[in-house]
């Protein structure tokens, strides 16, 4: 799951359908990426942190914290 980048959404008011709109994706594709059931594109990852959170960093938002 990323952790950093759910944090984030919920600070700002944002949901999936937003990470979906800005990455060109549907609202459970996006679902999927969050969970960590797929990988964002780094195009994806690009997209969305320069639209939505263009001052934080990539390797800090799409950071997967593995929980074994």
Known sequence: MLNNLSAEMARYGYNPI???NVGGFTECTARSK???ETEFSIVEAV???D???PAMRLEYLFKN???N
């Open 34 to 36: 969050i969970a960590g």
């Open 47 to 49: 997209k969305i942190r």
């Open 18 to 20: 937003d990470l979906a």
């Open 65 to 67: 914290l593995q929980t």
């Open 51 to 53: 639209s939505l959170f």
